[in-house]
């Protein structure tokens, strides 16, 4: 789906998504992937002046992939064998769930995940298939981007715990930082 479909079913005004899909970026004839990664972060920073918080994520969970097959079957299955377990014993045992990161409660009694890792090894990929590890041409990848994975593991998350979350804040993410860290989502328990 086209990023213009994404911001229309988050209801955003055509106005604007004509402002956000205008963006210049710089593009490369030999490299979709690359002018994918380059337009993205010209479209955030766009989206970050035009759109509040909560639309912005609303149109990049949106774009979340991977709500289906095994991961959703695996959630669900969770949720049902699991169910009268406490919310600290979930999250521990998630970890053992294939690609449903390391959640935990932190301090401020908040979701918080090292969803996607690096196990300390420098200079990892993204494995967002959408740009395919690329960076954009002009800086870093706004963290905005990030939404769709981490709006990929609320859904799941949300399936698992039999809770309602809201992402509250990003705090790293291997394609922001060039595979320097990983990625770090936290969520609010609503």
């Not at 002046?49 to 969770?78: H, I, Q, W």
């Amino acid at each position: 789906m086209a990023f213009d479909e994404h911001l229309r079913n988050a209801g955003v005004n055509e106005g604007i998504i004509e402002q956000i899909m205008g963006v210049e970026y710089c593009r490369d004839e030999a490299n979709a992937k690359q002018n994918e990664a380059n337009f993205m972060a010209a479209a955030l920073r766009r989206c970050e002046e035009l759109l509040d918080d909560d639309t912005l994520s609303e149109v990049m969970f949106d774009r979340a992939c991977c709500k289906t097959g095994y991961r959703l079957t695996n959630a669900r299955a969770f949720a049902k064998e699991h169910q009268d377990k406490s919310l600290e014993e979930k999250l521990a045992l998630l970890h053992d769930v294939k690609n449903m990161g390391r959640p935990f409660l932190n301090a401020d009694g908040d979701i918080e995940s090292v969803a996607v890792f690096w196990r300390g090894v420098q200079g990892v990929k993204c494995p967002c298939w959408q740009i395919n590890g690329n960076q954009p041409v002009d800086g870093p990848m706004p963290l905005s981007y990030c939404k769709c994975c981490a709006g990929h593991f609320r859904f799941h998350y949300q399936k698992a715990l039999g809770l309602k979350l809201r992402l509250k804040q990003i705090k790293s993410s291997l394609l922001n930082s060039e595979g320097r860290e990983p990625c770090v989502f936290v969520y609010e328990i609503l």
